[in-house]
């Protein structure tokens, strides 16, 4: 199908960009990667009056540490966080992730910030940056805020930015001493989306006792949410694969699974527990 006529503009800063959007509010769409955006446009699931896209501003795509994190560029694309040195140095996690999105074509054009604004409840990257306790830098008319990946994702496709403000960047912190992780996750053939994604930050110490855990989950409820009740039902105890399995069984606590053509909500369930125990064995082995 052909999209509604819209307007097209190419800001080439981040001031210009949120100029357009107070303007038009409600009416504008972002474009970053267009791996979202387009087929909703072209399926008039969206027709908006304006489109601005970010393509032009050139201080949006890097990756570096700062300090005890890493920060990305909002236009990073999926390929560059995969393949980046600093990702793998430090965050292996988040390169793990993104070697599993789509394929070749949309790892290459679509983008981190796209991913995690457009917020699909089977997107990968919320996953991950939830289990990374990764935080958001947005820019709007009243200037910069941070927030938290645990207070971004509210709903279906709905996020915490307002229709003003632009996710600029995405930090995480660096893997600290004896850190292990793992993304497990179970594909929709035809699209690779998320029927149930995995991701898992770990840390025991020498005894195999757990110090610390973060688990993240997608594809399963209306967003990605930390998988709480696993993580206190392993911290501080010793990780067996008894103790994981057992944890593992309380994936979905508090969620209520999604159900349609592709999954019903008792298979995700259960794909949430398969997923959540493989990635802990997973970074348990370091593997």
């Known amino acids: ?14 001031a210009e960009a949120v100029a357009l959007l107070r303007e038009y509010g409600e009416q504008a769409k972002v474009l970053a ?19 601005v896209d970010l393509g032009r501003i050139a201080d949006l795509a890097y990756i570096r540490r700062e300090g005890e994190e890493v920060a ?5 694309r999926h390929e ?3 393949r980046s040195d600093v990702v793998r140095q430090y965050c292996r ?40 306790e990764g935080r958001m830098k947005v820019v709007g008319p009243d200037g910069e805020r941070w927030i938290a990946a645990e207070d971004f994702f509210l709903d279906v496709m709905t996020t915490a930015l307002k229709a003003d403000e632009i996710l600029t960047e995405v930090r995480v912190a660096v893997d600290g001493e004896g ?28 005894a195999k006792v757990c110090q610390d855990v973060a688990v993240g989950v997608t594809g399963v409820g209306a967003k990605a949410y930390r998988a709480r009740a696993v993580e206190e039902a392993l911290r501080g ?7 994981i399995a057992s944890a593992a069984a309380e994936a979905v606590q508090g969620v209520e699974p999604n159900e349609d053509a ?11 527990r398969v997923c959540t125990r493989r990635a802990l064995s997973r970074a348990l082995a370091g593997s």
């Not at 791996?35 to 489109?51: C, D, G, I, M, T």
């Not at 990305?72 to 990073?76: D, F, R, V």
Request: aromatic share 6%; net charge positive; hydrophobic share 50%.
């Open 72 to 76: 990305i560029g909002a236009m990073t």
């Open 237 to 243: 105890k010793e990780v067996t694969e008894a103790a």
């Open 262 to 272: 592709q999954a019903s909500a008792a298979y995700r369930a259960h794909l949430a």
């Open 93 to 132: 996690l988040l390169a793990a992730t993104a070697a599993t999105i789509g394929d070749v074509q949309v790892r290459n054009r679509g983008t981190i910030g796209g991913s995690l604004a457009h917020a699909d409840p089977a997107g990968d990257f919320p996953a991950a940056v939830l289990a990374l």
């Open 33 to 51: 990667g267009g791996q979202s955006l387009l087929p909703l446009l072209k399926l008039r699931l969206a027709s908006p009056r304006v489109v």
């Open 80 to 82: 560059e966080v995969e």
């Open 179 to 206: 850190a292990r992780s793992a993304y497990e996750k179970i594909r929709q053939k035809a699209t690779g989306f998320a029927l149930c994604g995995v991701a898992v930050r770990l840390r025991v110490d020498e």
């Open 1 to 14: 199908m052909i999209p509604s006529a819209f307007d097209y503009y190419a800001p080439k800063t981040v």
